[in-house]
């Protein structure tokens, strides 16, 4: 398996433009996990899934922030409109139950100017 | 207060040589620990996960340990190798889920040849 596929890898917008970020998961994994990742506060879980069904999306900052997963293999977190703030790398993660462990993607590194 | 305190922030070492991260938290009720290893511009990668029960875990070179009761776990690395060079991020989960995580800010090791 491929790993954790995530697009783009990179993403320079400018403010107020919606940003779509992609992942698919290691096949069969059947949690799928969306973080964020600045200096100042680290690593932040934003919404996970369980069999494409959200389960918790506590983590997600504002109204401006959705996520979908339409189907096992493929998942998105959107921004719409974008802010500077929200400059940061965002990673998928997907594990084949909740005791194990998570496998990360590459990351998307997210620029908004 | 951060419930997941990592020391040291920082940590340069020579090649060769052991080293000790520490990861003190508060959460409760504890599910498990876990320990991450990032490389610069990757996704974190985990070394070790431990229960309740568990007071030990090696991976290679990398030995985690665990006492629940006094909420502390360390990261020894041994005979540490220039690819050890990365930041480690200590990661605790809280009750009977264990996608309700806590994140340390993580330590920044450095190996120097």
């Known amino acids: 398996d491929a790993g954790v596929i995530q697009s783009p890898r990179h993403e320079v917008t400018e403010m107020g433009q919606e940003v779509t970020l992609r992942c698919k998961p290691i096949?069969?994994?059947?949690?799928l996990f969306w973080y964020r990742q600045t200096m100042m506060r680290g690593l932040e879980l934003l919404i996970y899934?369980?069999?494409?069904?959200?389960?918790?999306d506590s983590g997600m900052p504002e109204d401006r922030f959705s996520a979908k997963m339409p189907n096992a293999s493929f998942s998105t977190l959107k921004i719409q409109p974008s802010e500077p703030r929200d400059s940061a790398v965002y990673f998928c993660?997907?594990?084949?139950?909740?005791?194990?462990?998570?496998?990360f993607g590459p990351g998307t590194r997210l620029t908004v100017l | 207060k951060n419930q997941v305190e990592q020391s040291p922030q920082s940590l340069i070492i020579l090649e060769g040589k052991n080293c000790t991260l520490q990861?003190?938290?508060?959460?409760?009720?504890?599910?498990?620990l876990r320990w991450y290893k990032q490389d610069t511009g990757r996704g974190p990668v985990s070394l070790t996960i431990?229960?309740?029960?568990?007071n030990t875990k090696s991976n290679g070179r990398y030995t985690a340990t665990l006492d629940a009761d006094t909420k502390q776990s360390s990261l020894h690395i041994t005979a540490s190798q220039l690819s050890d060079s990365a930041s480690y991020i200590c990661?605790?989960?809280?009750?009977?889920?264990?996608?309700?995580?806590?994140f340390g800010a993580g330590t920044r090791l450095t190996v120097k040849p």
């Open positions: 993660a997907s594990s084949p139950d909740t005791y194990n462990e998570q496998f």
């Open positions: 096949s069969g994994h059947d949690y």
């Open positions: 899934f369980n069999n494409n069904v959200p389960i918790d």
């Open positions: 990861c003190n938290y508060t959460v409760s009720p504890f599910s498990n």
């Open positions: 431990m229960t309740f029960s568990e």
């Open positions: 990661v605790v989960s809280i009750g009977y889920n264990n996608n309700d995580m806590r």
